[in-house]
Structure formats: structure tokens, C-alpha cells
């Protein structure tokens, strides 16, 4: 999907607009987004240093503020992998194989889009609150989900369960099998082909899909916050203690708290200008091999070589 | 892996039924990648909204009923409705005009307003509440300038609207911007050629080109609007009858251990996105049916 061209619509007369009319748009949109988006961003920053940095480091190594950390960094670090090899394996399923009930799993896979985190958070109390069969079965053999690090754990991987599988299947709907399929017709066994031949032509869309599941896992707000159950020192993450803090007028903590969210907001906004760039290149790139006059015969075969010859290792 | 153990345990049913459900391919990985991915929905997806299906049954039509019409409920679901639509609106025509700008024209910093569209997708809601409600409290930096005319935005529906525009922002500029870049220029070249100013062309020719996504859009946003607990709760002052949404509802009802209410609030919420994507679904297939007979 492209999100811009190359084309100069100002200097063909049927689309070029009046140049008040450019003026004046763009005005109103840099002034929207200005005031909308980037002053909140930069009052994030400007509040959590009013006061220095001291207060600012030191509401930083409280130990509350400590263990929310460690909690949000476990969060995480257990949510990535799990989202990785399901949307891997979903993405697999959807775009390789025809089955009854493909509808089916794409419709579910979307789902948690269109839920409210909170109603999300509800659910997994509804399913493993003390009050429930499951929830009270578990707390007599001595686990308990809810209001405790698994009832986060499984918030969040609800939350953020399409993000990976998303980026993943318009990307290897449109590679198609054909790689793989060579790859086995050569000898190679299943295993072989996924990490020598699946896995480098997908590197770029997964590593993005993580990202996207890491900012939304460390920053999920409403669905952690109905299954934590706020204990102090224990159930708080990142953006739990941030409202804490802030209801306790202690905006300092909330804002030193709150300017680590936001610059892991900004690095993920910069890696995905980053990854567009290298897309967009690429695109470019295959576009230009495409239509090389002078080589009209080898030009799809430069492409394929140059795309297989990079990616796999001649192993296969 | 383990869809291939639950085929065995199905009674009648000898193993074989995994390979007629599949009906073209040779690539190796079938039973494991439908073993993951039943796993996985099963206990992340539908286990969950069987729960909350089961539990509004238990408490019956009259009970989910008596809760929906409580005043403070239906106070919520209209505040959170209308704050919603009118979100909606502002970014339908602020979302459409960036869109607009950033596909049209060339201009310094460009690349930069671009890659901050998406924003407040990547900052959590949180850290966007306490920023806004920060700037426009009557002392906060920008509030102070609207206190002097006597207009109050942090704790009221206004401030609701504002996290709502904010946190919603890029639905509609992501979904329009592809479609306006992917516009053939012919179009509006023949538009030009037949006399048609440029309003005109807008209205006539480049607008019912981005209907379907601008719409797909605003409902996706409306959906997200609706459901947003975040960045609002910060803002809007919660009191209720007055500026309590309805995700709001289900935290307090949960906190006064009514479950039954919570849930029953909570399908509420479900059926209102149900809607909106069964009419974004309607609105796309008659509009591309639309597009098909031209």
C-alpha cells in the first residue's frame, strides 16, 4: 500500500490548486497537528523536567516506580514471543493454505480491534475472576489469574493479538508460495524452508509487527487496568502507576513515568520511517527492473535472483 | 499440534478429517499452524466473549434490560455516542484535509508531519490523558487562554471531545491517504477539460473516489471513539450524569462487585461495534457494487 507519490500534481494545470488555497491547507493542517498532537507530546517532556532532573531520576529509581518498570519490561518480554509465534502461525495458515472456516479466522483475528480494552480486561475477570469455575479451580490448585502478573499477561495478549499476524498476511498474500514450494521440490524438509526461505522474506514485516505489539503491550492502559487490580508494589505497570501517581498530585512521577512511554513512542515512530523508507526503496527498486527497457527478457529474472541470492543462503 | 490430538479424541471421527478440511496445497506445516491458531483464538478470542455471552444470559432480557435504562447508563451511552460522532466529524474533516495536504502538495517539514500521524497510535492512552488534561485545566498552559473566556475544557464533554479527536486522529488520514495517492489524475483532467472548477472536481469527481475509505474510516474511529477509556478519564471529569462514559460505567460497576451490571454494560458496548462494522460492510459492498456496474 502506498501512502504517497512522486507525482508533482502542482505543476499539471488540472490538479494544481490556487496557491492561497495550498497556503491556507497547509496552515490549517500543521496548525491541527500542532496543537492536537505535538504540544501534548512536548508538555509531556517540559512537566516531567519542570522541576529538575534530580526529582526527575529520583521519582525514576523509587522503588514503586522500579517495580512497575520490571513489571511492564516482564509484560513484554513474555507477550512478544507468544505473539510472534502465533501471528507466524496465523499468517502461515491464512495465506498458504484453502480451508473451510478461513473466513472464520480471520473475522476472530480481527476481533480484539473492535472491542474496548475495558470491556476486553471484563472479559478475562468474567472468565478467570474467583467467582468463575475456571478462576476458582485455578485458585485452589493455588494460581491465581486475575488481579495478578498472568491476568495482565493474558490482557495483553489480547490486545495486541492482531498486530503481528496483520502485518504479516498482505505481505506473504502477495509473495505467494512459490518460493517455498521451490525449496521443497529441491529437497529441502518444512523446517528448512520456513528459516531459510519464509523467515528472511518476511524479517522486515515481523520485526515491524513486534514493534507495533511492544508499544501497544507496554502501553496498554484500560484492559490491564480492570484485570491488575492496582496492588501497590506488585500489579502496577508503567501506565497503571501513571495514574496513580497523577490522582495522588504527584505529576512529577507521572510525567518522568509518562516521558519513557513517550520517547519508546517516538523510537517506534522513527523505526517505522525507517522500515517505510527501506519498502519504499525496495518498491522503487522492483518498479525500475521491471521496466527497464534495454532488458526486457531478464529483467523479472535480475529481480528474483537479487531477492533470493540476499535473502537465503544457498543452503537450501 | 494439538488440533491433531483433538481430531483424535473426536468420537467417530478417524484421523484424516485435519486433510479434507484442507482442500489445496502441498506445503508441510498444516496441522501445526491450524494447532496454533485454534489454540490460540480459542482461549484468547472465543473462550472469553463465551464467557461474556453466558454471563448476560444467566442474568436474562429483563436484567440486561433494568441495567442499559438506569439513568446514570443511559446518561453514559448518550454522552459517549455523541461525543463519539461529533469526534468523528471534526476528524473526517481535519483527517481529510491532512490526508490532502500531505499526498498534494510539497512543503517544508513534510515527512515529519507525516510520521507524526500516527502518534497516537503509538503513545499510550494514558501518557495522551494526563497531557491534555494537564494543558486544559483552568490553570493548565493552554486552558488559562480558554478560562478567560470563560469556557472550561478539562472536566467537561468538551474535554472528552478533544482526547477523542486526539487519540482517534489517524484512522481516517491512514485510510483516506492511500486511496488519494492511488487517484488517477486523469479524472480530475477531465473534469478540468469539461470546465468544472476545482470545488467542483472536489465534490463531483475526487470525493466519490474516497467515499468508500473515508467512510470505512470514520467508522473504524467510531468504533475506537466509543470504547476509548484512556485518555478520557483524565479529562472528562467523570461525574456522573454529567461527564462519565460508558467504559467508565463497567470500571465502577466492577469496583461495586456488580458483575452482572458490568457485563451486561459491556455487551452494550459490543453490540455498538457490531453495528458499526456490519454498516461499514453493508455501506462497502453496495458502494463497490456501485463502482462494479459503472
Known amino acids: 500500500m502506498q501512502i504517497s507519490n512522486s507525482y508533482d500534481y502542482q505543476s499539471n494545470a488540472a490538479t494544481k490548486d490556487t496557491p492561497w488555497i495550498r497556503r491556507t491547507f497547509i496552515a490549517i493542517a500543521v496548525l491541527f497537528m500542532v496543537v492536537m498532537l505535538v504540544i501534548p507530546l512536548l508538555a509531556v517532556f517540559y512537566e516531567a523536567f519542570k522541576n529538575g532532573w534530580q526529582l526527575y531520576i529520583a521519582s525514576l529509581v523509587d522503588p514503586e516506580a522500579l517495580q512497575a518498570i520490571k513489571l511492564t519490561l516482564i509484560t513484554a518480554g513474555i507477550v512478544l514471543p507468544i505473539n510472534m509465534v502465533m501471528g507466524i502461525a496465523i499468517a502461515w495458515l491464512v495465506t498458504r493454505y484453502q480451508f473451510k472456516g478461513k473466513q472464520l479466522v480471520t473475522t476472530l483475528l480481527d476481533l480484539p480491534f473492535s472491542v474496548s480494552p475495558v470491556v476486553a480486561g471484563l472479559m478475562f475477570v468474567l472468565l478467570f475472576g474467583l467467582n468463575s469455575t475456571i478462576g476458582g479451580w485455578l485458585e485452589s490448585m493455588g494460581f491465581q489469574v486475575i488481579y495478578a502478573v498472568p491476568g495482565i499477561i493474558l490482557a495483553t495478549l489480547f490486545v495486541t493479538f492482531p498486530f503481528v499476524a496483520r502485518e504479516l498476511i498482505p505481505l506473504m498474500q502477495t509473495q505467494g508460495d512459490s518460493e517455498e514450494q521451490a525449496a521443497l521440490t529441491l529437497g529441502a524438509t518444512g523446517w528448512q524452508t520456513f528459516w531459510h526461505v519464509t523467515l528472511p522474506n518476511i524479517k522486515w514485516a515481523l520485526l515491524y509487527g513486534l514493534i507495533l505489539t511492544n508499544a501497544r503491550a507496554m502501553g496498554e492502559f484500560g484492559a490491564v487496568s480492570v484485570v491488575s487490580g492496582h496492588i501497590r508494589g506488585e500489579t502496577n505497570t508503567m501506565p497503571l502507576l501513571v495514574e496513580i501517581a497523577y490522582n495522588d498530585y504527584n505529576f512529577t512521577a507521572a510525567f518522568a513515568l509518562s516521558s519513557i512511554l513517550a520517547a519508546l513512542a517516538l523510537v517506534t515512530l522513527l523505526i517505522q520511517q525507517v522500515m517505510t523508507k527501506i519498502q519504499e526503496r525496495k518498491f522503487a527498486k522492483s518498479e525500475r527492473l521491471a521496466s527497464a527497457p534495454e532488458l526486457p527478457v531478464s529483467a523479472n529474472a535480475t529481480a528474483v535472483t537479487e531477492s533470493t541470492s540476499a535473502d537465503s543462503t544457498g543452503k537450501v | ?294
Open chain 2, 1 to 294: 499440534m494439538s488440533a491433531t490430538s483433538s481430531s483424535a479424541s473426536k468420537p467417530g471421527n478417524k484421523k484424516g478429517w485435519l486433510t479434507r478440511l484442507r482442500q489445496r496445497n502441498v506445503l508441510p506445516g498444516f496441522g501445526l499452524s491450524m494447532g496454533i491458531t485454534v489454540f490460540s483464538l480459542s482461549l484468547l478470542v472465543v473462550l472469553p466473549f463465551a464467557m461474556m455471552a453466558y454471563t448476560t444470559t444467566q442474568m436474562g432480557w429483563t436484567g440486561f434490560w433494568e441495567t442499559i435504562t438506569q439513568p446514570q447508563v443511559t446518561a453514559a451511552i448518550k454522552l459517549s455516542l455523541w461525543m463519539s460522532f461529533l469526534a468523528m466529524l471534526t476528524n473526517m474533516v481535519f483527517g481529510t484535509l491532512v490526508a490532502w495536504v500531505l499526498v498534494r502538495y510539497e512543503f517544508w517539514g513534510k515527512s515529519l508531519i507525516n510520521a507524526l500521524v500516527d502518534l497516537p497510535f503509538a503513545l499510550p492512552t494514558a501518557v495522551t490523558g494526563i497531557s491534555l488534561a494537564t494543558l486544559y485545566a483552568p490553570n493548565g498552559l493552554i486552558g488559562q487562554w480558554f478560562a478567560k473566556f470563560d469556557i472550561q475544557v478539562a472536566f467537561t464533554p468538551i474535554g472528552i471531545w478533544l482526547a477523542l479527536v486526539v487519540v482517534s486522529f489517524p484512522f481516517i488520514v491512514r485510510a483516506v491517504q492511500p486511496v488519494l495517492a492511488e487517484l488517477s489524475v486523469e479524472f480530475e483532467e477531465a473534469a478540468a477539460v469539461l470546465g468544472a472548477n476545482r470545488l467542483t472536481t472536489f465534490r463531483k469527481v475526487i470525493l466519490p473516489e474516497l467515499l468508500p475509505a473515508l467512510l470505512m474510516g470514520a467508522g473504524m474511529m467510531f468504533a475506537r471513539a466509543t470504547g476509548e477509556y484512556g485518555s478520557v478519564i483524565f479529562i472528562a471529569g467523570n461525574i456522573p450524569m454529567q461527564s462519565e462514559i460508558l467504559p467508565l460505567i463497567i470500571i465502577s460497576k466492577l469496583e461495586q462487585f456488580d458483575i452482572q451490571g458490568a457485563s451486561a454494560v459491556a455487551l452494550f458496548m459490543l453490540l455498538i461495534s457490531f453495528v458499526i462494522l456490519l454498516t461499514i460492510n453493508i455501506m462497502q459492498w453496495k458502494l463497490s457494487r456501485r463502482v462494479g456496474a459503472r
